[in-house]
């Protein structure tokens, strides 16, 4: 009997009661340049119609799904993120949010540039809501999403943000390397390895909607993590939707924690994995 390899890669999804979007992110995921990776949903307790969703990917998919899904008592993404980085089965992480789609060789381009020591640090670029709600899995499968010349026919701004869906490697290595844009630990396009963020604790789950992910990032930082730009390089597109869940109080409770985690060069959160 063949021994299966272990999986090179856990992508992390994080997903809250946006099904529509789910499924369409997911199928991108169907469709990436190398399959030996596995996918995690980090369900921050949606009801059943995302739980159906995943359901009928998972018995469709030839991927390795799990479903990682805790109650509904507000915005505790943090908290399932953690749950997520100990159910996986690999040594390397991609997190990414359930309303990016990614582009083919999303995966395999997160694999080709990690690092021993370092993080990789990418964006996204951001549809307008009526591109967005006319997404199709047709659509993803013909990779048009990603065409620049497609999404302008379709009404996208033409802004210089567009060069985010370069599909030329010398163009994004440049663009990587004079970008005024910081590279930090974005939840929604970041990678890195297993025990460098298991070696800070995990997120911060004192931590809602605002900054928790950077504040991850700032200990893995003084930790002696190095951040790699690769917004131009590891590419997904955002899907449009409000945010209900943003509020001024967790901002700034976020903030206090983010400025002292900057004052102490804390490396370390009592207040993650391990309690």
């Not at 899904?69 to 040594?91: C, R």
């Not at 379709?154 to 370069?166: A, D, E, M, R």
């Not at 700032?218 to 730009?229: C, D, T």
Request: charged share 25%.
């Amino acid at each position: 009997m063949l021994m299966q390899s272990p999986v090179q890669a856990s992508v992390i999804i994080s997903t809250y009661n946006q099904p529509k979007w789910l499924e369409l992110v997911l199928y991108s995921y169907e469709l990436q340049t190398v399959s030996n990776f596995e996918l995690i949903i980090a369900d921050d307790g949606s009801d059943n119609s995302t739980k159906t969703v995943i359901d009928a990917f998972k018995t469709a998919s030839k991927l390795s799904v799990i479903h990682v899904w805790q109650e509904d008592e507000g915005f505790q993404k943090t908290k399932i993120l953690n749950k997520a980085i100990m159910a996986s089965n690999s040594d390397y992480l991609i997190f990414t949010d359930g309303d990016c789609i990614a582009r083919a060789d999303f995966v395999e381009t997160h694999l080709k540039l990690k690092r021993p020591n370092c993080a990789l640090s990418g964006g996204y670029f951001k549809l307008t809501e009526r591109i967005s709600q006319s997404i199709t899995k047709e659509i993803i499968e013909n990779q048009k999403c990603f065409d620049k010349q497609w999404l302008l026919a379709k009404g996208q701004p033409k802004t210089f943000k567009l060069n985010k869906l370069t599909r030329s490697k010398i163009k994004a290595k440049l663009l990587n390397a004079f970008t005024p844009t910081k590279a930090t630990f974005d939840g929604m396009n970041v990678s890195c390895y297993k025990k460098d963020i298991i070696e800070v604790n995990g997120f911060d789950e004192r931590m809602q909607y605002g900054g928790e992910d950077r504040e991850v990032g700032e200990r893995m930082m003084n930790n002696g993590i190095k951040f790699l730009q690769v917004r131009y390089s590891t590419i997904c597109v955002h899907l449009h939707h409000e945010r209900p869940y943003k509020n001024v109080q967790s901002e700034r409770n976020n903030k206090k924690i983010r400025q002292e985690t900057k004052r102490s060069k804390s490396t370390y959160t009592e207040f993650g994995i391990n309690k």
